[in-house]
């Protein structure tokens, strides 16, 4: 990804296409979209992805993490026919090196979220994966008492901790 | 700047991740993130958590030709997208729901003035300006209401609500919101249902006003 960004390599782009199209067409084809308008759905987030790579930050996210918000995003406009809100970006520090600690820390808290997900009995996992498919509304997530979203949430509290004194250190 | 004190609840950061919040809400909650440290990193916390799972999702083989046609697009141009940044008080997610214009200010009286961003049966949203010491007409909820400050501050009864705090009521809480002294308090707020006002005139006004 970082090459894609910032070398506008067309072979690295070529090698998310071959991990990401296939899971993004099974993951919009979940949500009900035919085979045909998965994969043009497909195409437009691909293409975004090649467009937006210059706000891809792996200091504060995975590449999975930043396809699915985009995925979500081109879903949710193609279907409206209108924008979605999204927040103002954080402008990075210009000229502030890249810090490999801070990148290694988020692939691991990553790693770590993925087998606590791995983990889950088969039935918290259908319903984590409902509501991040967008087939839940905020109150059924909420009513979810069973849901072990806190725990799952806190295996990556570190790493969030870190983010935010950055995004703190950030606005001063 | 005080510190942000009332935040957006989980579940609502996971909806506005997953996309499933309705439109007025997500105008707030995508506000309330631009303001906060705290919920911008909750969020993104549900976005790793999203990307897990696209991650874990069973592959569907793609057609041959889509690699090749999207590699050909490589080169065409983006098509124009209008994004809108922040503009005084006003975080980008309202100034794209103003459409980068000045708020469209109503009076409703007593010196307390709106501007409606979008209304439809999803719900509503729209700024609120209401002077130092006014009230905002007392009013319950059908279903409920987000109130986010983006100046001044307000006071009710479950408390105090400055830059940044975002207020969640429910329809079993009627509420009196009074702006406190210093700049007027001006808040983005969001119902996925019409007001009820209970008092008269106001009522009157409601279809009126779309609130």
Redo the contacts between chains.
Sequence with gaps: MLAVRDTRDRDAFGALFDHFAPRLKGFIMRTGSSAHNAEEIVQDVMLTVWRKAHMFDPHRAQVSAWVYQIARNRQIDIARKYNRPIPDELAEDPGSEPDASQILAVEQETGKLKQALSTLKPEQREIIEKAYLGELTHQEISDQTGLPLGTIKSRIRLGLDRLRHELKAMRQ | MNAITHHT????L????????P?A???V???H??LC??C????????????????????????DH??S???A??DAP?PREVTY??SGIY???VM??LEGKEPNWKTLGMGVRQSILSSNQEGSVRLLYIPPGQAVPDHGHNGLELTLVLQGSFSDETGRFGVGDLEIADEDLEHTPTANQGDPCICLAATDAPLRFHALLPRLLQPFFKI
């Design positions: 609840p989980d579940a609502m996971a909806a506005y991740a997953a996309g499933t919040l439109h809400f997500a105008v909650v995508a506000t993130v631009s440290v705290h911008r990193a909750a969020l993104e916390a549900h976005q790793a958590i999203g990307g897990a799972v696209l991650d874990a999702t069973d592959s569907v083989t793609v057609s889509l690699k046609d999207i590699l697009q490589l983006a940044t922040r975080p980008g997610p794209q729901a």
